[in-house]
């Protein structure tokens, strides 16, 4: 996935958003880019709102190399 400035980002038309503000969809965005190739993302919804992201980080234990947990979970 081609990476994009967040500012170009913010001037996509978000005006037909009808559950998530515009802020919302940049901030799961933002945590989608953060967990990497094998994370997930799960969206918890409170009383018709979005209330948590939680997020899990995976990793490949084939390409597991020494100090790479140490540095993936910093």
Sequence with gaps: MPEQNFEQNR???LGSLT???PDQVFMIDEALKVLG???EL???IEKGRLRFLV???S???LKW???LLE???K
């Design 11 to 13: 001037e996509i038309d």
């Design 19 to 21: 559950f998530l503000s």
């Design 37 to 39: 190739e094998y994370g």
């Design 42 to 44: 799960r969206l918890i």
């Design 55 to 57: 997020t899990q980080k």
């Design 59 to 61: 990793i490949d234990a």
């Design 65 to 67: 190399r020494p100090g």
């Design 71 to 73: 540095d993936s979970l």
